[in-house]
């Protein structure tokens, strides 16, 4: 069987500059892959090329068996339903004039699912699963009303409400501190399981690499440079950029 995602010689180029540069990797569903790097090398744009947010210039994204790069617009934005991209910034995701409750409802009005009644024990059933419960209690609220880390998992519960089976997380805990990050990063690995979800986690972070996913690839002027199982990656890397990478983090030479 083939895996759920499959990244296959991915190429963005934008003007002059290679964003991504011949990338590739598999994801399955219940996987937790990092992509980690400076800033710069290229992961946001790798995630935002799988949700077509930008296009490939070259290479293969299929995703549930099907090439998304030569997909018609509508079978891959019907195909798109099965995946959700979770941005870095809370505050600017979330629209502040809306309360949790129609934002969270919102991919679901979008995508035609559901009815009132049933979006509503939909959006009772993702928040509580981001633990913010009860969910009656944060619902009617608007965003400023709700902590740094409350939003986020607003964010999520809104990710998830439609139930994909792929959830991409661009730099999620980079706004928040240090118990928070961990807090969310815990929070993915458990929804990753109870959920089976495919994640791919976008970070510059490499604890939390370390701590929510099962394979690491490390980015650098958007090629791959190294890629492996994340403790045999973060603890002895073979690549200098890795060794570069975990050497600043860990506060050694």
Known sequence: MSALLEVDSLSVVFG???AAD???FLLDT???VALVGGSGAGKSTVARA???LVSATSGRIVFDGVDLTTASTRAGRTLRRGMHLVFQDPYASLPPGMRVGDIVAEPMVIHRIGDRASRRDAVSNALESVRLAPAG???DRYPHELSGGQRQRVA???ALV???RLLLADEPTSGLDASLRIEIVDMMSELARSQDLAVLHITHDL???ARSCDTVMVMQDGQVVEAGASTDVLTTPSHGYTASLVAAATGTR
């Open 22 to 24: 011949n990338v590739s």
């Open 156 to 158: 999520f519960a809104r």
């Open 162 to 164: 439609t139930r994909p």
């Open 207 to 209: 604890a939390l690499a």
């Open 30 to 32: 219940g996987e937790s």
């Open 50 to 52: 799988i949700a077509g």
């Open 16 to 18: 002059e500059s290679r």
């Open 137 to 139: 209690d944060y619902a």
